[in-house]
């Protein structure tokens, strides 16, 4: 009779030993999958390489390499509402490194961009981004890579960024003209407190929306005046995707940000639109433009 206690004892003990890893992988498991569930910001993902722009001058080469609104016409960064674009100014973490040159002067960036055309043209058919808008994000590459070399920044970002914004300069019927400039003005939609949105006064008497009493966001990376004033080059158009993506690079890399890290992306995009869902979807336009790439 103690025998057989202490056989069944002992298989009790195994059992339960047994249960225990079994239930210690389960555990295991579920966390590393609700890990993976978890928006990049809280998990440190990071985009993939991508693709670098040429430097202005050389060859083109495809070897890999405040409060703003929200995406399209939501104040609160969902993509859900589509009554028109609004501002994000988040920025994703599209590239981790920069391109093989950089420019050393930001002036005249409609005119320099054009050094990038045959680059852009081939990413344009591996990526479904009209060129004309990839060249103001190549450029901008570029020109971030001179004025801010820790920052890091990727041109798949501000593709990102321009896509949810503005379907790279093709909302509501407008396209990129051959100098860069929306063949009609892309403009968000009044901050006035509705709809969520927040109730912003016009910070310039309507110069850049034609509103004297609320602010919009303006332009294919949907800038606030605001913001426009602060990073823009003086007598630049925000309605020109590459004096947009320029001043939209500069307020991504502001406060010495480094995009390369999942931490200095992440305030980045956070920073241009407080909504880890929109800048799930930009990380992952920026991290498909990338895999496209390759």
């Not at 985009?47 to 495809?62: L, N, Y």
């Not at 968000?188 to 008497?205: F, N």
């Not at 990073?231 to 309605?239: I, L």
Request: charged content about 15%.
């Amino acid at each position: 009779m103690n025998k057989r206690i202490a056989i069944w004892s002992s298989r009790g003990l195994i059992a339960a030993g047994l249960a225990g890893m079994v239930g210690g992988l389960v555990w295991m498991f579920a966390g590393a999958a609700a890990s993976a569930r978890q928006p990049g910001a809280e998990s440190g993902s990071a985009p993939t390489a991508v693709a670098q722009p040429p430097q202005v001058g050389a060859e083109p080469e495809t070897s890999p390499s405040g409060v703003r609104t929200g995406a399209l016409g939501s104040e609160t960064g969902s993509r859900g509402s589509q009554t028109g674009p609004s501002e994000s100014e988040t920025g994703s973490q599209g590239s981790r490194t920069g391109p093989p040159g950089s420019k050393t002067s930001s002036g005249s960036p409609e005119s320099a961009s054009d050094s990038l055309a045959a680059w852009a043209t081939d990413i344009s058919a591996k990526t479904g981004i009209p060129a004309r808008a990839l060249q103001g994000y190549g450029y901008a590459q570029i020109v971030l890579q001179s004025e801010t070399p820790g920052c890091h920044l990727g041109w798949n970002t501000l593709a990102g960024i321009g896509s949810v914004e503005s379907d790279h300069g093709r909302f509501g019927g407008a396209t990129l003209a051959a100098d860069g400039t929306e063949t009609k003005a892309v403009i968000g939609p009044a901050l006035d407190g509705s709809a969520g949105r927040r109730d912003l006064p016009a910070t310039d008497h309507g110069q850049l929306t034609g509103d004297p009493v609320h602010d919009h966001a303006v332009g294919p990376m949907q800038l606030l005046p605001e913001t426009w004033y602060q990073y823009a080059d003086p007598g630049t158009n925000p309605q020109n995707i590459d004096a947009a993506a320029i001043a939209a690079g500069r307020y991504l890399c502001a406060g010495g940000r480094d995009l390369t890290t999942a931490t200095g992306w992440w305030s980045a995009i956070l920073a241009y639109n407080h909504s880890t869902s929109y800048a799930d979807l930009v990380l992952h336009d920026a991290d498909a433009y990338a895999i496209d790439t390759r």
